[in-house]
């Protein structure tokens, strides 16, 4: 038995919940429950935000998935997904002292899963979902985006999105490149691959080529409406490269597909000093080693055995502290830009270096910094006459 295996059988599960207050007295049950609680009842429903106050709403999280897409494992099923979800819940507990419930949905519909979130949402400050199929995790979360009151964030999309980005942000400053000259190929355009896209067009960069299972991605071959969101997105017409060609002089390699898919000699005929994030699990596109050998001057991996762990958890819980701290009903890409400069900025211009482009998830300064720049970025475009 592993030693991971051998842990959560002898726990049981991850989590637990931990009452806040005693009941040792007839009139602490009464307080707690009948006939006390009836007044915050009253109190909430002449007024819902009153959850906030009375309940734990306003700290509280719903990690939820269909188990369809688990990293490294594919789709496994609600079951198999639990310890998964129960993991999420005790990193937000862990890094931002939120209470998290992982709930797991025995249906991959993507109707059924909206309708679902939305008959909870009441009890929840925000949802996170998490390890959903793409597209379907698209449409699902814009979805629920609009009509929901809370903030819905998929993890696999957004968080990925933001760190990579970070990691990019500093990488750039350390080979001397600016985001607007770059020439980036990204390999992937499920959930991660596309918002990636979405935020590396935000942050000011031109020349992007994306790969999916079936190659490049253009409007003269796009079919599905996602391929066709990805052309445009890159504003790829009809330029018709594989990967191998594309990668000709290109400054940046974002890898979030596939592992061993990209060779030395794809490497070696970048552009001088380039940066190599393969992020695929447990299998990179190429490994540490071998793109550092091939020349690569930044290589960033999802692995952490390896320097420049590419990591959700430096975003995840210091965006929800924020998010849940003033009560945001959204999560604009205003956000998500402010996220990544923030968790950027937590690595001193004295500590850059090419095995030092992201914060150590136990850096104690990266939930304060996320969750500030999340506030901050709310209440400027509430300023501003925005419903956020």
């Known amino acids: 038995m592993s030693r991971a295996l051998n842990l959560h059988a002898k726990l049981q599960g991850k989590l637990t919940i931990e009452a806040k207050y005693d009941i040792d007295t007839a009139d602490d049950l009464a307080l707690v429950y009948s006939p006390g609680v009836a007044d915050p009842c009253l109190e909430i429903k002449a007024d ?11 700290n509280t999280v719903a ?7 688990v990293l490294g494992l594919g789709n496994i099923g609600p079951e198999a997904a639990l310890p998964v979800m129960e993991g999420k819940a005790i990193l937000l507990k862990r890094f931002a002292n939120i209470n998290a419930v992982p709930i797991v949905l025995d249906t991959q519909d993507t109707e059924t899963i909206i309708e679902v979130c939305k008959a909870i949402a009441p009890g929840f400050g925000g949802i996170n979902l998490e390890d959903i199929a793409a597209p379907r995790c698209i449409e699902i979360e814009q979805r629920l985006e609009k009509e929901l009151a809370i903030p819905v964030f998929h993890d696999d999309q957004h968080g990925t999105a933001i760190v990579t980005l970070a990691a990019l942000m500093n990488a750039l400053k350390i080979v001397n490149k600016s985001a607007d000259t770059i020439k980036v190929v990204v390999s992937g355009t499920g959930a991660a691959g596309s918002a990636i896209i979405r935020l590396l067009k935000d942050f000011g960069i031109k020349t992007i080529y994306a790969f999916d299972v079936h190659g490049i991605v253009t409007l003269k071959t796009a079919i599905t409406e996602h391929q066709k969101m990805i052309a445009t997105l890159t504003e790829n017409l009809d330029n018709v490269l594989t990967v191998d060609e594309a990668l000709v002089n290109a400054d940046v390699f974002i890898g979030v597909s596939a592992g061993n898919i990209i060779k030395s000699s794809m490497i070696k005929r970048m552009a001088r000093r380039a940066i190599v994030f393969a992020m695929a699990n447990p299998i990179p596109e190429i490994s540490y080693e071998d793109a550092l050998a091939a020349g690569a001057a930044v290589v960033g991996t999802g692995r952490s055995d390896f320097p420049n762990q590419i990591n959700n958890v430096l975003v995840f819980p210091g965006l929800f502290k924020g998010l849940l701290e003033v009560k945001a009903a959204s999560v604009p890409q205003s956000i998500h830009l402010a996220v990544a400069k923030a968790i950027a900025e937590c690595i001193d211009e004295t500590d850059l270096n090419a095995t030092n482009i992201v914060p150590s998830v136990f850096d104690p300064r990266v939930v304060d910094n996320v969750a500030y720049a999340v506030t901050t970025t709310v209440k400027t475009l509430r300023a501003k006459g925005a419903t956020i």
């Open 63 to 69: 990690v939820i998935s269909d188990g369809s897409a």
């Open 48 to 58: 819902v935000t009153q959850a906030y106050t009375y309940t734990w709403k306003q």
